[in-house]
């Protein structure tokens, strides 16, 4: 990505320090920064000045959280003593009303994002719908013809968590532990949509193989009827999983794609709640390719050149390479391994490249590992 500014620069907002931190590399070494105030609470203006001429350019840094009100001229800090071009800006972080989501003890705030924040839940497209009546369909993410129109879906249910199973001993003290109760076991152990209808996951659409004949089934593939477009598969069950990412939602006439790495998004958080790991090795289950990935937090907002970024999972992460094995070999006890489909993990790749790739150099490595942000959306 290539911005028109001649710096980059990324602010992050550290809500449990109340804090906002904006780093500043200068990419053009003909300009210096001679002075930062703020122009409004989500905007800290910053001039430079031109070395080969007597010119001063302003620049408005936007802020992913609002800052102090009346603040006085800020302090431009130089991260390195060898390195002109490095800058940072240290923000008191006002306080907002949303805020309190991070305070909040009587709520687990990473399980509120993975239950919140799923893209494409029913929750998320009521929000978009906003009160109109045109409704949404679910299209072929290479025709773009009908799958899924909402009037001809009984009901959309969100499924609770990817987790539902695991933790289903927990919620039933007297379950069944046979079918012979009148199938009731079954009921605990399977999960079915009515007919016609469809049960949401975090990356998945599930229904009945034979409720739409916009979806055939061949063999165990899902594919679009009009262009045989592989849209997910069919289990043993005889039940649908439609992935998101090769769908397209049309709402009010606008379309949207999921873009596979959100499932890995997913699949992370989830982790996180079950079982509070923080490291992974993450599995292309296509090819021999691997990486270690570190959530070193959650619930981040950033912005990066302009670009918003909003709960992120600030992620470490790692190739193999020097000190890979090592890295592995020391972390084995506690490290979760995840098995990512191709396209999945492709994209969660070029994602946290890209971002990382796109932040100043003071902000980009840690003891080794690459710096990114991995956002929701």
Same mark, same amino acid.
């Given at each position: 990505?290539?911005?028109?500014?001649?710096?980059?620069?990324?602010?992050?907002?550290?809500?449990?320090?109340? /804090?906002?931190? &904006?780093?500043?590399?200068?990419?053009?070494?003909?300009?210096?920064?001679?002075?930062?105030?703020?122009?409004?609470?989500?905007?800290?203006?910053?001039?430079?000045?031109?070395?080969?001429?007597?010119?001063?350019?302003?620049?408005?840094?936007?802020?992913?959280?609002?800052?102090?009100?009346?603040?006085?001229?800020?302090?431009?800090?130089?991260?390195?003593?060898?390195?002109?071009?490095?800058? /940072?800006?240290?923000?008191?972080?006002?306080?907002?009303?949303?805020?309190?989501?991070?305070?909040?003890? /009587?709520?687990?705030?990473?399980?509120?994002?993975?239950?919140?924040?799923?893209?494409?839940?029913?929750?998320?497209?009521?929000?978009?719908?906003?009160?109109?009546?045109?409704?949404?369909?679910?299209?072929?993410?290479?025709?773009?013809?009908?799958?899924?129109?909402?009037?001809?879906?009984?009901?959309?249910?969100?499924?609770?968590?990817?987790?539902?199973?695991?933790?289903?001993?927990?919620?039933?003290?007297?379950?069944?532990?046979?079918?012979?109760?009148?199938?009731?076991?079954?009921?605990?152990?399977?999960?079915?949509?009515?007919?016609?209808? &469809?049960?949401?996951?975090?990356?998945?659409?599930?229904?009945?193989?034979?409720?739409?004949?916009?979806?055939?089934?061949?063999?165990?593939?899902?594919?679009?009827?009009?262009?045989?477009?592989?849209?997910?598969?069919?289990?043993?069950?005889?039940?649908?999983?439609?992935?998101?990412?090769?769908?397209?939602?049309?709402?009010?006439?606008?379309?949207?794609?999921?873009?596979?790495?959100?499932?890995?998004?997913?699949?992370?958080?989830?982790?996180?709640?079950?079982?509070?790991?923080?490291?992974?090795?993450?599995?292309?289950?296509?090819?021999?390719?691997?990486?270690?990935?570190?959530?070193?937090?959650?619930?981040?907002?950033?912005?990066?050149?302009?670009?918003?970024?909003?709960?992120?999972?600030?992620?470490?992460?790692?190739?193999?390479?020097?000190?890979?094995?090592?890295?592995?070999?020391?972390?084995?006890?506690?490290?979760?391994?995840?098995?990512?489909?191709?396209?999945?993990?492709?994209?969660?790749?070029?994602?946290?490249?890209?971002?990382?790739?796109?932040?100043?150099?003071?902000?980009?490595?840690?003891?080794?590992?690459?710096?990114?942000?991995? /956002?929701?959306?």
């Amino acid at each position: 990505m290539t911005y028109a500014l001649p710096i980059k620069y990324s602010a992050e907002f550290l809500p449990r320090l109340k /804090s906002i931190t &904006v780093n500043i590399e200068i990419t053009d070494a003909s300009y210096i920064p001679t002075q930062a105030v703020m122009a409004s609470p989500t905007v800290c203006s910053v001039t430079f000045g031109d070395l080969t001429s007597d010119a001063e350019t302003t620049y408005q840094l936007s802020l992913p959280h609002p800052a102090m009100e009346n603040l006085p001229v800020l302090s431009l800090i130089r991260k390195d003593v060898h390195n002109d071009l490095l800058y /940072s800006i240290k923000l008191p972080a006002a306080a907002t009303v949303e805020d309190s989501k991070y305070f909040d003890r /009587s709520a687990n705030f990473s399980m509120t994002m993975a239950t919140d924040h799923v893209k494409w839940s029913t929750k998320d497209i009521k929000a978009k719908l906003s009160g109109s009546k045109l409704g949404f369909t679910f299209n072929c993410g290479k025709c773009n013809a009908t799958i899924l129109i909402d009037t001809q879906v009984t009901a959309f249910h969100d499924l609770p968590s990817e987790l539902w199973l695991e933790m289903m001993d927990f919620w039933h003290c007297h379950k069944p532990e046979t079918g012979e109760i009148h199938g009731t076991a079954n009921r605990y152990t399977k999960l079915r949509p009515r007919a016609n209808g &469809v049960i949401i996951g975090s990356y998945y659409l599930l229904t009945n193989a034979d409720d739409f004949p916009s979806i055939t089934v061949v063999g165990d593939a899902a594919q679009c009827t009009a262009c045989a477009y592989e849209l997910g598969n069919m289990d043993d069950d005889l039940l649908v999983k439609l992935f998101k990412w090769n769908l397209i939602l049309v709402v009010k006439g606008s379309e949207e794609m999921y873009l596979p790495y959100y499932h890995a998004y997913g699949v992370m958080l989830d982790a996180i709640n079950s079982q509070a790991s923080r490291v992974y090795q993450v599995k292309n289950e296509s090819e021999e390719s691997e990486m270690l990935v570190w959530v070193f937090n959650v619930g981040i907002n950033l912005t990066l050149s302009g670009r918003e970024l909003t709960n992120c999972l600030k992620i470490m992460y790692m190739r193999p390479g020097d000190g890979y094995r090592e890295e592995i070999e020391r972390r084995r006890d506690g490290l979760e391994v995840i098995g990512l489909s191709e396209v999945v993990y492709k994209s969660l790749v070029e994602t946290l490249d890209d971002v990382h790739e796109n932040l100043p150099q003071c902000q980009d490595q840690f003891m080794g590992w690459n710096v990114s942000y991995l /956002s929701e959306k």
